[in-house]
């Protein structure tokens, strides 16, 4: 079975500062690791996705995450917080033992708040 | 260049009187989802389709069912909402292809802005 962990429910960080949203997860076979963020009222927006070769992946707004998988842990990142990026962040990932069409698991989320 | 498109934004229904939210996709997807997600949590996925195969959650309610006519478009009727049924529905879209199917766990699933349903 997969499973993702999220294990801060609020993330605070002063603008301009480099911040760090955490994400463990546990799966049977080699992990298709994923991450969305989502604005007030907003659907999921796609931010990047691990799934194979440079552990570091970057994505969109200046964000990254590094795959660790002696931790078995992607956490996202990003070098100089803006008050923009304030909003709902969540992990995701998918087994890659399962099926292709198998839907996403997601955590639960972490609150950041970029504070000016 | 609204790639997943949900209708309405905002859906305000009595309790008890069935209710559709749609929701179109213009990327020609094999896939498409339907999530709940309550406040500050995380999406619940209640089923999706993988073309015309339809895949139930263990856990959806049967007051909660889906149709999709075509590739493009995918129905979430909720046949007697309740106060509980109140969120925002989120619907989603990823490539799958059937001819690869560990492959097709590496696409990425793509959101609409979602619908927010008010129960009176």
């Known amino acids: 079975a997969q499973s993702v962990a999220q294990p801060e429910d609020q993330v605070n960080v002063a603008e301009g500062n480099p911040l760090t949203v955490k994400c463990t997860y546990s799966?049977?076979?080699?992990?298709?690791l994923f991450w969305y963020v989502q604005y007030p009222n907003r659907g999921l927006q796609f931010l990047l996705k691990?799934?194979?070769?440079?552990?570091l992946v970057k994505g969109s707004y200046g964000f990254e995450a590094e795959f660790n998988k002696s931790q078995t842990s992607f956490h996202l990142k990003k070098p100089s917080a803006l008050v923009s990026d304030s909003a709902l962040y969540f992990c995701?990932?998918?087994?890659?033992?399962?099926?292709?069409?198998?839907?996403?698991?997601f955590g639960k989320g972490t609150r950041l708040s970029v504070i000016a | 260049d609204a790639m997943v498109i949900q209708n309405p934004r905002y859906q305000v229904t009595q309790f008890g009187k069935p209710v559709t939210l749609s929701c179109s996709q213009t990327?020609?997807?094999?896939?498409m989802y339907w999530y709940q997600q309550k406040s500050s949590q995380a999406p619940k996925l209640l089923f999706h389709?993988?073309?015309?195969?339809?895949?139930n959650e263990a856990d959806t309610p049967d007051n909660f069912q889906s149709r999709r006519p075509n590739t493009s478009f995918c129905f979430l009727d909720i046949r007697s909402p309740g106060l509980g049924d109140a969120a925002m529905y989120l619907c989603?879209?990823?490539?799958?292809?059937?001819?690869?199917?560990?492959?097709?766990?590496?696409?990425?699933?793509?959101f609409g802005p979602g619908t927010r349903l008010l129960v009176l």
């Open positions: 995701a990932v998918r087994d890659s033992l399962n099926s292709g069409n198998t839907p996403l698991v």
């Open positions: 389709y993988y073309d015309k195969d339809f895949n």
């Open positions: 989603a879209t990823s490539r799958e292809m059937a001819t690869i199917p560990l492959a097709g766990g590496q696409e990425t699933q793509y």
């Open positions: 691990y799934i194979t070769g440079d552990n």
């Open positions: 990327l020609n997807h094999n896939v």
């Open positions: 799966v049977s076979g080699n992990p298709y």
